[in-house]
């Protein structure tokens, strides 16, 4: 029997490459449902190509935009939660950034299988999240290349054997640039990503390592470990993607080409690893492999990862609010690109203070006032 399959965040990257993953196991899964927010155009596509049952526009102003085929047509944050009702095995979460928090709750509630692609939800809930996949009957499955290798890697150590846990990053396209380089850095630059194709707001992210310290949070949730044990290393040919150092000195490695398909395809058959025609390594042609310590100084956004673990759920709340809201603006040319790790720890230097939080209420609360407090802050500058 076919596994059924709803996918969330269908027109993005993740999106777009869990398709192509599903149409090269076309016998393995029906995709129940599909959902995006706002690319009527390629959503039009999709619906054609893979006829779900239901099909969500989370922008209902552009649903005039969608030719839905027939398909049970459903429209914003109603006709999202109606889908994540609907009957199947696996949800795939690749919405981007704090969108994505309220499906995730929703689908460990249910006891689905999550394929987790959104990060968000982790830096955001990782406490509720976490308790909510460990109690519950649900199987969380990472989608990040990184944490898929880091949960491959895992399945065969026992836990009193891991040291330390490491996480590789790519160094961005700026990772060579002086300080005085990265202050005149544009939006047009940081969105060329030397080795992944992703969405704006992942890309930006990766430019400034953010992304890796918002991966630093979600290891930290997804494995129970404490920031301490995780490390990030710098490795521009994105060939090995984790790695686990034991107890007796050695380190296991896992290497892969670096294609989204390849931990897709593993998340949607729940760990299990399938024949795929794609993303074949060839470890002559790779040729020589490096590794570098990030420069947190030039890369001040690892610090504050770890600096907002110390102190606790609301900061690393807020350092994710605070971060989507510098990113914007420096899309929009408001702020220099410099500017998006500052205006982060201006937010966290004022947060308001909740070591634990287990409730999402709270969790809304503190975004909202992150979010609110930068958006004025920066009014203010601009004034």
Known sequence: MKKGIILLGSTGSIGVSTLEAVENQRDEFDVVGLACRENGQLFTEQIRRFKPRFACLFDEKRAGTVDFHGTRRLTGEAGMKELLKKDAEIIVNALPGSAGLNPTIEALRQGRVLALANKESLVMAGRLVSKLAREGSAQLIPVDSEHSALYQLMEGIDRYEIERLIITASGGPFRNFSREELGNVTAEQALRHPTWRMGKKVTIDSA???????????????????????????????????????????????????????????????????????????????????????????????????????IGDSALITLNASNEVASSAFLEGRIAFTDIPVLVEEALSRHPYAKEIGDVETIWEIHGWAKAYLEDHLRRVDA
């Open 208 to 310: 400034t390592l953010m992304n890796k310290g918002l991966e630093i949070i979600e290891a930290r949730w997804l494995f129970d470990i404490g920031q301490e044990k995780i490390d990030i290393v710098v490795h521009p040919e994105s060939i090995v993607h984790g790695m686990v150092q034991i107890v007796d000195g050695s380190v296991l490695a896992y290497m892969a080409y670096p294609d989204m398909r390849i931990p897709i395809s593993f998340a949607l058959n729940k760990g299990q690893r399938r024949k795929l025609p794609f993303g074949k390594i060839n470890l002559v042609e790779a040729g020589t492999l490096t590794f570098f310590a990030p420069d947190t100084d030039r890369f001040p956004a690892l610090k504050l990862a770890y600096r907002a673990l110390e």
